[in-house]
């Protein structure tokens, strides 16, 4: 069921948890669940890469919307949901609609869509963003620092967002270790990615090169993308 699909569930259902399928879990799941969401159709964590709805990869149509682009912009890869705000609110519906509208200027598709229809925050330590998280090139100046010390040393979930994932790049960039760990607790024990030119070259680079050639990164991403901004 995808995001925008939260219609079919049955009419009974109150509450949801959703996680991006790229997710590691490590602290009970129930502290979440459990979380009260204070009325919001959904409670989310601000992302480390994309913190404000003007930020470069946010809500491209803020203008339009007469939003504050100063505004926190979470990542959809972790949600509490709300079902009964979420009707009642009609977010689906509107997330629907404002890609209707945007669609050809938007970077996240229904990530974006949401957070042009709603926002709510949760611990950030829900959701890290596993290969940005400590990394010398990312600008975390919007986090309180000890904030940041905690997402960085003590994630509850951690989120192999991106193509630098553990099943893809072979070499062990240090946010990897924790995924492999776990692997090797399971049936699956001793697995790792194929050894390719890919995936010599992804491991390559997330180990040795990004943090010189980020910038290259994200023009590439915004290139093959059109350009959204």
Not at 129 to 148: N, R, T
Not at 156 to 165: E, N, T, V
Not at 167 to 173: D, E, I, T, Y
Not at 177 to 197: N, Q, S, V
Request: charged content about 20%; hydrophobic content about 45%; aromatic content about 12%.
């Amino acid at each position: 069921m995808s995001r925008r699909d939260l219609s079919l569930a049955p009419p009974g259902w109150t509450k949801a948890l959703w996680l991006d399928c790229d997710i590691l879990v490590l602290k009970d799941l129930s502290t979440l669940w459990d979380h009260e969401t204070g009325g919001w159709p959904l409670l989310a964590v601000r992302d480390l890469v994309v913190p404000s709805l003007g930020s470069l990869y946010g809500v491209s149509a803020w203008r339009e919307l007469g939003l504050d682009p100063a505004l926190p912009h979470f990542n959809a890869g972790v949600m509490l949901l709300d079902l009964g705000r979420w009707r009642v609110d009609h977010i689906g519906e509107r997330a629907v609609e404002y890609l209707r509208q945007h669609g050809d200027r938007v970077y996240f598709f229904d990530q974006e869509a949401l957070n042009a229809v709603l926002a709510g925050e949760l611990d950030r330590r829900w959701n890290q963003i596993a290969s940005m998280a400590g990394q010398p090139f990312l600008d975390a100046s919007h986090l309180d620092p000890e904030v940041y010390r905690q997402v960085v040393a003590n994630p509850f979930l951690m989120h192999y967002s991106g193509s630098l994932k553990p099943w893809k790049c072979h070499g062990l960039a240090g946010y990897c270790k924790p995924w492999y760990e776990l692997l090797d607790r399971t049936a699956w024990a001793g697995w790792r990615p194929p050894i390719t030119l890919r995936s010599i070259a992804l491991g390559l680079y997330s180990t040795k090169l990004r943090r010189w050639l980020y910038p290259l990164e994200v023009w590439y991403i915004t290139l093959i993308r059109g350009g959204a901004v």
